[in-house]
């Protein structure tokens, strides 16, 4: 099956850094999207881009669908980004595969 | 306020009890799904329903049923609970019939003894 791969698999940052999470899967995808689950568990969809890019306020995503990988960048960090970022691809059968996520964690 | 409510938030249950978990979108999307995470291996599909009466399997189906009667709702029946399936589970929904943007409710932790 589908392989969704994402690295780094932890992110240490000092407040105000900028960073890149990336996502590769290794077989044609309908969409992808990316998430942000904060430390009490909460998913909150960030992007939903199955190529292209999209911006939102600090944060931005790349999706390179030929490439097969997306890219979500943080810009100026703050200690409410902390937490793990998942991005998910819906296959070709319309089942939906998860990566393993990144943990960030973003000191004041 | 739009949401995904599901309950209950926590449930502590023994193996053969059959149990169900509620899910409910006030959002009129046609698109609901139910997933379990785990420590280390993510988040895995368990089935997903792009319209009323109109369900399919996702990964990890095994052990767990679902039904789509109503647009709303997509409870989650665990028939026959075994240990294995101790975890936290989420339901999600989208607006159209394929995985757009989903919403996710703020989950279930069920732990079977």
């Known amino acids: 099956g589908i392989q969704v791969e994402q690295s780094p698999p932890d992110l240490i940052l000092q407040e105000g850094a900028n960073s890149t999470l990336r996502c590769n899967f290794s077989?044609?995808?309908?969409?992808l999207q990316w998430f942000h689950q904060n430390p009490w568990g909460q998913l909150i969809n960030l992007f939903y881009?199955?190529?292209g890019t999209k911006q939102n306020g600090r944060l931005s995503a790349t999706t390179v669908a030929t490439e097969r990988y997306s890219l979500l960048y943080i810009s100026s960090s703050q200690t409410t980004d902390s937490g793990v970022y998942f991005c998910a691809v819906e296959r070709n059968d319309y089942k939906l595969s998860f990566g393993a996520g990144t943990t960030v964690t973003v000191r004041a | 306020e739009a949401q995904v409510t599901q309950n209950p938030r926590y449930l502590i249950t023994v193996t053969g009890k059959k149990l169900t978990v509620t899910c409910s979108q006030n959002m009129n999307h046609e698109y609901m799904s139910w997933y379990r995470q785990d420590p280390g291996l993510g988040l895995r599909q368990i089935y997903y329903s792009m319209n009323v009466e109109v369900t399919d399997k996702g990964d990890v189906p095994e052990g767990y049923k679902v039904s789509r009667k109503e647009k709303r709702n997509f409870p989650l029946i665990l028939e026959s609970p075994s240990p294995n399936q101790t975890s936290l589970y989420f339901c999600?929904?989208?607006?159209?019939?394929?995985?757009?943007?989903?919403?996710f409710g703020s989950g279930t932790q069920l732990s079977v003894l």
């Open positions: 881009i199955p190529s």
């Open positions: 077989d044609s995808v309908n969409n």
């Open positions: 999600a929904s989208s607006r159209r019939s394929y995985a757009e943007k989903l919403f």
